[in-house]
Every structure is written in C-alpha cells, then in structure tokens.
Antibody
Framework: EVQLVESGGGLVQPGGSLRLSCAGSGFTFSSYWMHWVRQAPGKGLMWVSRIKSDGSRPSHADSVKGRFTISRDNAKNTLYLQMNSLRVEDTGVYYC??????????????WGQGTLVTVSS | DIQMTQSPSSLSASVGDRVTITCRASQIIRNYLNWYQQKPGKAPNLLIYAASSLQSGVPSRFSGSGSGTDFTLTIRSLQPEDFATYYCQQSYSTPYTFGQGTKLEIK
C-alpha cells in the first residue's frame, strides 16, 4: 500500500523553527517529485514547496521563500521541510504529497494525513 | 501567479442530483487542471487529473472537462458520501494554485 506519513508538527513561538518529515512507503520514493501543501484552519489549500525526484530543483511559494527549505533523503525514503523564522500566518496542517510528473503533468496523489503546525506566543 | 476561481463557493443538493462545479483560470493553462475532494478532518483525495482523466478507484459518476481557462467537475447522481469540499488546482506553472473550494452540502 502506498503511504505517506508526516511528523514533526507542534506548537512553536513566532520566530522559531520546526522540521517536518514525511516518510514514504509502498512505492519507489526516489522516482517521484514530492510536494508540501498547507491548509490554515478553516481555509483552503496552499501549495508550499516541491522537489524533484533526485533532490534537485527545489521550489517554494513566495510567502515562504528564504524561510522554508524542502529537501529529501532517498536512502531513507523521507521528505523534509525545514521551517525557520515562523510566523503566526504559517499556522496550519501541512501535508506532503506525491507527484508522478507524468509526461509533464503534475498532480498530487496520494497525500499524507497531515501534521499540525501552530505558531503562537 | 495564476489565479483559480471556483463557483459556486457553496452548493446545496439532494442525493441523486446532478451537480456541476466550475473553475476558471486567470490565464490559459491548457489541460493542466486537477480536481480534489476533501472531507472534514481528512486529507484531500485526487478525483480528476489533466482536466478529464478519472483517477483509478474514483467512481465513474465523477467527470471533468474543459481546456484553456474554463473547466467543470460534474457529479452525476449524487451519493451521500459525495458531500464534501471540492478544489481545483492548476499544475501549468509554479506556484501551483488552488481554487478557493466549493462546499457541497445536503439539501
């Protein structure tokens, strides 16, 4: 069974840091692009970051650029999101998602169950 | 950034109804358009990719159409498990953007 499991969320003060992890299983992790998507409480979905299958070409939304860094360890089948200088508006559930990047087309499937990040003093 | 606008934002319907949700992109995105379903407290679930391709395991009552800037998600004969929030998402260029969501409620 293809599965993604996030961890690392929690309560952090503004200006603090967190590192999220996403463990993949049931598929060849190193063959897929991966993404982070977040959802603020009661709000819609916002794409955060993506990374190519080999760990190259990281890309981030402007709102997190310079503060968040996506990375991966294919030997450990794990995706990461290092989040620094956290702001209250970064609060939300963070999902990782797999992307087949099939013939140039991208979609997110499956998604992990999400991990909640709360930035508050 | 490409803006995605869904309509309606909410919709009331009955079991057995046919419903259509529309999504408009602020620029041409060819058929780089995906649809997701999200139920409360759960992660989104892919329904349609590349505008009209049905994801494996998704019931055939779901269908997608459109190209360019205008897209539709149609649910034929609503079932009780279909009451959820639906999002469109463009994958034409980063940042990949989502519509604001359409909440489908039971009438």
């Amino acid at each position: 069974e293809v599965q993604l499991v996030e961890s690392g969320g929690g309560l952090v003060q503004p200006g603090g840091s967190l590192r999220l992890s996403c463990a993949g299983s049931g598929f060849t992790f190193s063959s897929y692009w991966m993404h982070w998507v977040r959802q603020a409480p009661g709000k819609g979905l916002m794409w955060v970051s993506r990374i190519k299958s080999d760990g190259s070409r990281p890309s981030h939304a402007d709102s997190v650029k310079g503060r968040f860094t996506i990375s991966r360890d294919n030997a450990k089948n794990t995706l990461y999101l290092q989040m620094n200088s956290l702001r209250v508006e970064d609060t939300g559930v963070y999902y990782c998602a797999r992307d087949p990047d099939s013939n140039g087309y991208s979609w997110f499937d499956p998604w992990g169950q999400g991990t909640l990040v709360t930035v508050s003093s | 950034d490409i803006q995605m606008t869904q309509s309606p934002s909410s919709l009331s319907a009955s079991v057995g109804d046919r419903v259509t949700i529309t999504c408009r992109a602020s620029q041409i995105i060819r058929n780089y358009l995906n649809w997701y379903q999200q139920k409360p407290g759960k992660a989104p679930n892919l329904l349609i990719y590349a505008a009209s391709s049905l994801q494996s395991g998704v019931p055939s009552r779901f269908s997608g159409s459109g190209s360019g800037t205008d897209f539709t998600l149609t649910i034929r004969s609503l079932q009780p498990e279909d009451f959820a929030t639906y999002y469109c998402q463009q994958s034409y260029s980063t940042p990949y953007t989502f519509g604001q969501g359409t909440k489908l409620e039971i009438k």
